[in-house]
Structure formats: C-alpha cells, structure tokens
C-alpha cells in the first residue's frame, strides 16, 4: 500500500508562530499516540514570507489520512492550531503515481 503525501500552506501572524510550530509538533505526536499514522513530516517556513508556513507530512496510507480527518475535533491541539492559523492557502493529499514503463 502506497503512503501519501499532505501539502498544507497556512498564513499565520508573526506573533503566533512560535506557538504554532509548537501545537504543530503536538498534534503529530497526538495522531500518533495510538498508532504511527504519519511516518514523517516537515515544518516549513517560506523563505519570502516568515508568515506562511507548510507541513509536509508523510502518512503511511490514505487509509490513515482518512481515519485521522474524522478524528480531527478529538485533537487536543487542533482546536489552538485551528483558532491561530489565519488563512488556509493550500491543502492537498497526493500519491506516488507509478509508471508502467510501457511506450
């Protein structure tokens, strides 16, 4: 079974992301506290604007995405994340496409 991949771009005020790094690192602690959903996962910060950030996660599955997104609410940190993020840019769920060398 193939992992996917999650974009997710949100704008977040200077003042907040400290804490937003912060809540971030705790809620893919607190996906996986029951099982290793996300295999792994950056944090990034684009280098024109300190105020848009990225998370690039990597799950072991859609299965996991899809399971962890009806969980969301039951997050500790998702509501804190939810109510310091200002605008949602982007959001997306990808995986490998996987060629089948024929021409």
């Not at 992992?3 to 003042?15: G, H, P, R, S």
């Not at 996300?38 to 280098?47: G, P």
Request: proline share 1%; charged share 20%; with cysteine.
């Amino acid at each position: 079974m193939s992992t996917c991949t999650e974009f997710a771009v949100f704008e977040v005020d200077e003042a907040n992301l400290t804490r937003v790094l912060a809540l971030s690192e705790s809620l893919f602690i607190e996906i996986n506290a029951e099982q290793n959903n996300i295999i792994a996962h950056e944090i990034l910060v684009k280098t024109d604007n300190a105020e848009e950030i990225c998370w690039h996660l990597t799950w072991v599955n859609i299965e996991a995405v899809k399971c962890c997104s009806t969980q969301w609410s039951t997050y500790p940190s998702a509501a804190e994340i939810e109510r310091l993020v200002g605008k949602k840019l982007y959001y997306g769920h990808f995986v490998a496409v996987v060629a089948t060398g024929q021409e």
